[in-house]
């Protein structure tokens, strides 16, 4: 026996019904995802929200597209304005961060980085990068990491004051000869001196390499250091602060160009998804406008009332604060840990991730520490009387962990506040 489903595709090859109709379950599940987008406070420091312009790209024919290959050099027909769109993504990278060579088809930050690592290295290469708990990421050599059994990583960490230990980074670098250095991080908060690591490099004979995953919208928007210039290779996500759909990309130095573009494809990928290399093109744009600049500049300052704010009211802020977009708090100073923490504030709509501290002694489904940032609440139009307010809702959840009514009493002030900031009005 024919199914309905099948009838229905034999009869018009192909379903032209909308998304409500067909599949209502999958319509419902987005609805309530706009409305938890809308309605909670989006604090964990790697989210963000993409233009419309953005979301109309990523809904695009070009999912249909294959284009394995490069703008001119493609392995399939009919690529000529799949070629038109990754040439501008392409172009624009270029412009914003002055890179020299630039490949924009990896699908997120963790494969960008891999294809990286299988560019520049071989089976058995050191790599110094920075302990996860000190703010690294993942990707950087964490032991649950398929490429730690490939790679040979090793691990430096910040100092007492909470900032990288450049002595203990050249120590570390002239004992193992790491044939490259690494340096970006997820959940470090502090400026980076890519001249001092590059020149540590140098002396080793070590390449370098920068992922700027979350920090590449505040260097966008001239208000982070550069390393691009700098360094041999760079790494970032588009979705963090680049404020783009979710993908990766990698720029770097003409002579590193083939072995970078050979290990993305064929290395490492198959077909690039133009869909939403597409978004990047225009977030890449976006990115390029005087007013994304003045986001830049507010990403940093709502940070720095969070720094203020909390250190006020007695929490014990890691690296010392913050000159990024991020904050990293120890909230056992008040009695809680930070799965406990992050629990009482997704009850209260305000939405963080719990973090290792520094050599943190509790576990790491459990931590000390809890992550938040600016990025997404910056892009909501919040400024500094927001971020005050939303600072001391966030103390409030967090003192009030055990208290269900207390937290639904904070969640409608978060639901109150964010009706005055709506984020998609024409997809409601
Ligand atoms: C987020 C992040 C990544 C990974 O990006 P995905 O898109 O999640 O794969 C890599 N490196 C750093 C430093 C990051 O913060």
């Given at each position: 026996m024919l199914t309905k489903a099948y009838l229905c595709y034999s009869k018009k090859t192909m379903n032209k019904q909308s998304l409500q109709n067909f599949d209502p379950q999958i319509k419902e599940a987005i609805n309530k995802e706009l409305r938890r987008q809308e309605e909670g406070l989006e604090m964990i420091p790697s989210e963000n929200f993409?233009?419309?312009?953005?979301?109309?790209?990523?809904?695009?024919?070009?999912?249909?597209?294959?284009?394995?290959?490069?703008?001119?050099?493609?392995?399939?027909?009919?690529?000529?304005?799949i070629d038109i769109v990754e040439q501008l993504a392409i172009d624009r990278a270029k412009q914003i961060f002055g890179a020299e060579h630039v490949n924009v088809q990896?699908?997120?930050?963790?494969?960008?980085?891999?294809?990286?690592?299988?560019?520049?290295?071989?089976?058995?290469?050191?790599?110094?990068?920075?302990?996860?708990?000190?703010?690294?990421?993942?990707?950087?050599?964490?032991?649950?990491?398929?490429?730690?059994k490939v790679f040979?990583?090793?691990?430096?960490?910040?100092?007492?004051?909470?900032?990288?230990?450049?002595?203990?980074?050249?120590?570390m670098a002239i004992e193992h000869k790491p044939k490259l250095i690494l340096v970006g991080y997820s959940a470090y908060s502090r400026e980076i001196e890519y001249e001092k690591i590059k020149a540590i490099a140098d002396e080793v004979g070590a390449m370098t390499m920068a992922d700027i995953a979350h920090i590449a919208g505040l260097?966008?928007?001239?208000?982070?250091?550069?390393?691009?210039?700098?360094?041999?290779?760079?790494?970032?996500?588009?979705?963090?602060?680049?404020?783009?759909?979710?993908?990766?990309?990698?720029?770097?130095?003409?002579?590193?160009?083939?072995?970078i573009d050979k290990s993305v494809f064929p290395g490492f990928q198959g077909g690039p998804h133009e869909n939403n290399i597409a978004?990047?093109?225009?977030?890449?744009?976006?990115?390029?406008?005087?007013?994304?600049?003045?986001?830049?500049?507010?990403?940093?300052?709502?940070?720095?009332?969070?720094?203020?704010?909390?250190?006020?009211?007695?929490?014990?802020?890691?690296?010392?604060?913050?000159?990024?977009?991020?904050?990293?708090?120890?909230?056992?100073?008040?009695?809680?840990?930070?799965?406990?923490a992050e629990k009482a504030l997704d009850k209260a709509g305000i939405t963080v991730n719990k973090n290792m501290i520094p050599d943190d002694p509790r576990s790491p489904m459990d931590p000390s520490g809890i992550r938040l940032g600016t990025p997404a609440l910056t892009t909501r139009g919040f400024k500094e009387a927001e971020m005050e307010i939303v600072a001391g809702m966030i103390d409030r959840a967090i003192t009030n962990f055990q208290n269900d009514e207390e937290l639904e009493k904070i969640r409608l002030e978060v639901k109150e506040l964010t009706a005055k900031f709506p984020l998609y009005p024409e997809l409601q």
């Amino acid at each position: 026996m024919l199914t309905k489903a099948y009838l229905c595709y034999s009869k018009k090859t192909m379903n032209k019904q909308s998304l409500q109709n067909f599949d209502p379950q999958i319509k419902e599940a987005i609805n309530k995802e706009l409305r938890r987008q809308e309605e909670g406070l989006e604090m964990i420091p790697s989210e963000n929200f993409v233009s419309p312009a953005v979301l109309e790209a990523l809904g695009s024919v070009l999912t249909n597209k294959y284009s394995e290959g490069y703008p001119g050099k493609r392995y399939y027909g009919g690529c000529e304005n799949i070629d038109i769109v990754e040439q501008l993504a392409i172009d624009r990278a270029k412009q914003i961060f002055g890179a020299e060579h630039v490949n924009v088809q990896p699908l997120s930050g963790a494969p960008a980085n891999i294809a990286v690592y299988f560019a520049l290295l071989s089976p058995g290469d050191n790599i110094l990068g920075m302990d996860l708990s000190h703010g690294g990421h993942l990707t950087h050599g964490h032991p649950v990491t398929h490429m730690t059994k490939v790679f040979n990583f090793i691990r430096y960490k910040t100092n007492a004051e909470g900032k990288i230990d450049l002595d203990n980074l050249r120590q570390m670098a002239i004992e193992h000869k790491p044939k490259l250095i690494l340096v970006g991080y997820s959940a470090y908060s502090r400026e980076i001196e890519y001249e001092k690591i590059k020149a540590i490099a140098d002396e080793v004979g070590a390449m370098t390499m920068a992922d700027i995953a979350h920090i590449a919208g505040l260097i966008a928007g001239g208000q982070m250091n550069n390393p691009v210039p700098i360094f041999d290779v760079v790494t970032t996500t588009t979705h963090k602060t680049l404020r783009g759909p979710r993908g990766g990309m990698i720029m770097c130095k003409e002579k590193f160009a083939k072995q970078i573009d050979k290990s993305v494809f064929p290395g490492f990928q198959g077909g690039p998804h133009e869909n939403n290399i597409a978004g990047k093109a225009i977030a890449f744009k976006e990115a390029l406008e005087p007013e994304f600049r003045e986001y830049a500049i507010q990403i940093k300052k709502n940070a720095k009332v969070l720094e203020h704010q909390f250190d006020s009211m007695g929490y014990k802020l890691m690296f010392g604060g913050t000159d990024n977009h991020l904050l990293l708090i120890d909230v056992t100073t008040k009695g809680v840990t930070g799965s406990e923490a992050e629990k009482a504030l997704d009850k209260a709509g305000i939405t963080v991730n719990k973090n290792m501290i520094p050599d943190d002694p509790r576990s790491p489904m459990d931590p000390s520490g809890i992550r938040l940032g600016t990025p997404a609440l910056t892009t909501r139009g919040f400024k500094e009387a927001e971020m005050e307010i939303v600072a001391g809702m966030i103390d409030r959840a967090i003192t009030n962990f055990q208290n269900d009514e207390e937290l639904e009493k904070i969640r409608l002030e978060v639901k109150e506040l964010t009706a005055k900031f709506p984020l998609y009005p024409e997809l409601q």
